[in-house]
């Protein structure tokens, strides 16, 4: 049996829940975050990794970056290639599993965003995407990695959620695994008769994990923050977002 991820149908069903208009739209925002805290210019190598359909690939390319996108999903990547193509934006998207692409001392900065880490049953996989990153980065590159850690998770935990698309609706069913090491989500979209269903399952990192997991990766430092604002991971946290820099 194949694992969640690489069900292209998965993708596919629920690419309109994951990536609404209202969360299009916020990439230009979420950007101009992103290169406060990356302290990058226009013109830098950017590594987008699993970039999706681009929504940050293309906003960073609008501002003059220099973009590759990495995803697995290829029906994602062709419509992130037909925006470029559109807006007249020079963007390399790349169709490869984030376990695999390296591109040794390419870029300035990476981004891994919108929990698109901690897919993998082996947590050797996470580290192996980690030391990854940190090899495709130059000396003095910047890593941005935003995941829902531990701690903002267990503050607003439900076990049962559910919400319209349209004349769709969307149920999440979610329960915790091995002592919060992971967490496992039943998705379920229901339109008329119609009714798909897919189990997703996260490996779970609190700040402290993250951070030594990213200097076991080889980082030589980490910053954890709650926002994209620059705010302290700490009780108000909304996301966990690390800033790992590989040694100069």
Not at 3 to 28: C, G, L, N, Q, V
Request: hydrophobic share 40%.
């Amino acid at each position: 049996m194949s694992d969640w991820f690489d069900d292209d149908a998965f993708w596919e069903t629920f690419e309109s829940y994951m990536f609404t208009p209202e969360r299009i739209e916020a990439a230009r925002v979420e950007v101009d975050a992103m290169i406060r805290l990356l302290g990058i210019q226009s013109g830098a190598k950017l590594l987008d990794l699993c970039c999706g359909a681009g929504r940050h690939s293309l906003e960073f390319a609008r501002r003059g970056f220099d973009v590759t996108g990495v995803d697995r999903t290829r029906a994602f990547l062709d419509k992130a290639r037909g925006i470029a193509a559109t807006e007249g934006l020079s963007i390399a998207f790349v169709q490869a599993d984030m376990r695999e692409f390296t591109r040794p001392d390419a870029f300035d900065a990476a981004i891994n965003f919108f929990t698109a880490f901690g897919y993998f049953d082996d947590p050797a996989d996470d580290l192996k995407v980690a030391r990854n990153l940190r090899t495709s980065l130059k000396p003095g590159g910047r890593l941005i990695l935003d995941v829902n850690g531990k701690e903002t998770l267990a503050a607003k935990f439900r076990a049962r959620d559910w919400s319209r698309r349209g004349d769709a609706i969307m149920l999440e069913e979610r329960r915790l695994l091995d002592g919060w090491k992971r967490i496992e989500s039943k998705w379920t979209w229901i339109r008329g008769d119609q009714r798909r269903e897919s189990t997703l399952r996260l490996r779970l990192y609190s700040g402290a994990e993250l951070e030594n997991m990213l200097l076991e990766a080889g980082f030589a430092k980490v910053e954890l923050y709650g926002r994209l604002k620059g705010t302290a991971y700490d009780q108000t946290a909304e996301r966990l977002i690390a800033i790992a820099t590989r040694q100069g």
